[in-house]
């Protein structure tokens, strides 16, 4: 079975190097609502969704690590984009093999439909979904306690009829009993929202990535934090000294995050632009600082 599965696609796989994660003391609001979600699901899915920019990859990420402390955590699955070969991924062959360290039994279930069945892999996903997953689960005894599934970057994987089927197989789990609940995190796609919405709503749960999460509160956040992190930077290397203080300046801050325009991305972008070397930060803080708000919102 270890040919069949993608383990560069784990959250804590070593070819996902430093990994986006929530900066500490932001996002604390999406973080809850999907621990509210996992500890009293009002579906087995939730669709996390949000243009790109807005942090998904990072709390799908934080959410999994918190989650495999907690040992609620059943499987994990990111996709980055050009990283599965032409035709379907191996994503429910790379869950149920983890799955099999979570469920005790698992394994010799799964085995036995490997065995009855080696081209299973080949087969359409929503069969494997079936074989590799549902059907096994459905054969253990006394399986109460759910784990999440982790699904995140379902944009990035290659074709749109395989996004639309991936959703539509996991939806369609509703009418089973599983021990297990799909996180499922993605842009808006076309393909994806039409999937989506093509089941009824107690189907599925959802949580955009919108301006009710206080995403603009979190980027203040992170930009006090970060530019105060650069500044007892510039003291401890001997830079030449700040020119006004405190730098940034209130004013200077709530204008990034006014540019952000709830994007974390563009936080993150600016910080990693005004620390790099050869330059003063102060020089390198104006420079963004002087860029038109229609610039900063179309780059």
């Known amino acids: 079975m270890k040919d069949h599965i993608h383990t560069d696609a784990f959250y804590d ?9 929530c ?7 999406a973080l809850e609502t999907i621990s509210r979600w996992v500890k009293d699901p009002i579906s087995h899915c939730l669709w996390l969704h949000g243009p790109a920019g807005t942090g998904k ?27 599965t070969s032409p035709g379907p991924p191996p994503l429910f062959s790379t869950i149920a093999y983890q799955l099999m360290s979570v469920f005790p039994g698992l394994d010799d279930h799964l085995l036995a439909v490997i065995h009855a069945d080696p081209t299973i892999f080949k087969r359409s996903l929503s069969a494997q979904l079936d074989k590799l997953i549902v059907q096994p689960l459905l054969r253990l005894a006394g399986t109460s306690a759910s784990v999440v599934v982790i ?3 379902l944009d990035e994987c290659d074709g749109d009829s395989t996004q639309g089927e991936i959703v539509e197989s996991i939806l369609g ?28 709503c107690p189907s599925l749960a959802r949580l955009p990535l919108d301006k009710a999460l206080h995403p603009d509160r979190d980027i203040h956040h992170f ?6 992190r650069i500044y007892q930077q510039i003291v401890r290397v001997g830079m030449p000294p700040l020119s006004r203080l405190p ?21 993150a972008t600016v910080i990693k632009f005004v620390q790099e070397d050869h330059a003063h930060p102060m020089d390198r803080l104006d420079a963004i600082l002087r860029i038109p708000n229609e610039s900063a919102n179309s780059s």
């Open 13 to 21: 796989s070593g070819a996902r190097r430093d990994p986006s994660r």
């Open 23 to 29: 900066y500490p003391g932001t996002r604390e609001a």
């Open 57 to 83: 990859s990072a709390i799908a990420q934080t959410f999994a690590e918190q989650s495999h402390q907690d040992g609620t955590l059943g499987a994990s699955y990111f996709f980055t984009k050009g990283s």
């Open 151 to 153: 699904i995140d970057g």
């Open 173 to 200: 789990l509703k009418h089973y009993l599983l021990p297990t609940l799909f996180l499922i995190s993605s842009r808006p796609e076309p393909v994806i929202r039409r999937a989506f919405e093509s089941f009824p």
């Open 223 to 228: 930009l006090v934090g970060e530019f105060g």
């Open 247 to 267: 730098w940034p300046s209130p004013e200077d801050i709530r204008t990034l995050v006014r540019k952000s325009s709830g994007h974390f991305v563009y936080a």
